[in-house]
């Protein structure tokens, strides 16, 4: 079983529209969780951390369960430049240099 | 804004053949690693540094060395190069503490024949 693990998609989804991903991970011990966005070819690129209450930025919204080890982001109004490889991260300090990725969720948003 | 920088962008390298893909930071980072990215396997630590002399392995380091003399550069080296290492090798860095961002470079293609 993969430490971390998301649905591959694609999520085909059209402007305008709320999409939501879910992430999932097995070390109960793990510290620290980000969202990174991973564009074709190119390299992964931060777009939130995710704190434990909870966190929003402009149209993303992240939630953590501690409880259930799942993580969530949620687009709102999704945009055509949204369309990317979103990737779940984990890490077991809080050091930040030993990332566990999930194998990423492809949005394809359409006009 | 050079931040983190490897060279090459993209490498044929024959089975057996040996090399090292470079990787420098200009952020003064502690925390340096070394990453590869296979098709729906997401990235994968192969090696990681807290600082300069200070290296330990990921979760794939078979095949692979590094080094860190310095804070700047981490080197990442293979030694004899197999079809199984043909990959994208991403580097990154970050300050380290709670929820530190990582900053990956725009990493290196490499194809072994």
């Known amino acids: 079983r993969k430490e971390v693990e998301q649905d591959p998609g694609p999520f085909n989804v059209p402007e305008g529209a709320t999409v939501a991903f879910n992430c999932t991970y097995s070390?109960?011990?793990?510290?620290?969780f980000f969202w990174y966005r991973q564009d074709c070819r190119k390299e992964p690129k931060l777009l939130m951390s995710?704190?434990?209450s909870g966190n929003e930025d402009g149209r993303f919204t992240a939630q953590l369960n501690r409880a259930s080890q799942y993580i969530s982001l949620l687009i709102r109004d999704s945009k055509l430049s949204d369309s990317a490889t979103y990737l779940c991260?984990?890490?077991?300090?809080?050091?930040?240099?030993?990332?566990?990725f999930g194998g990423g969720t492809r949005l394809m948003v359409k006009p | 804004n050079a931040g983190v920088t490897q060279t090459p962008k993209f490498q044929v390298l024959k089975t057996g053949q040996s090399m090292t893909l470079q990787c420098a930071q200009d952020?003064?980072?502690?925390?340096m690693s070394w990453y590869r990215q296979d098709p729906g396997m997401g990235l994968r630590l192969i090696h990681y540094?807290?600082?300069?002399?200070?290296?330990d392995q990921g979760e794939v380091p078979n095949g692979y060395n590094v080094s860190r003399s310095t804070t700047e550069d981490f080197p990442l080296r293979l030694l004899s190069a197999a079809p199984s290492q043909t990959s994208v090798y991403f580097c990154?860095?970050?300050?380290?503490?709670?929820?530190?961002?990582?900053?990956f470079g725009q990493g290196t293609r490499l194809t072994v024949v």
């Open positions: 995710v704190y434990s």
């Open positions: 990154a860095s970050s300050y380290g503490g709670i929820l530190t961002e990582a900053f």
């Open positions: 952020m003064n980072h502690e925390y």
């Open positions: 540094s807290v600082g300069a002399g200070i290296t």
């Open positions: 991260v984990v890490t077991p300090n809080n050091a930040g240099n030993m990332l566990t």
């Open positions: 070390n109960s011990a793990s510290q620290s």
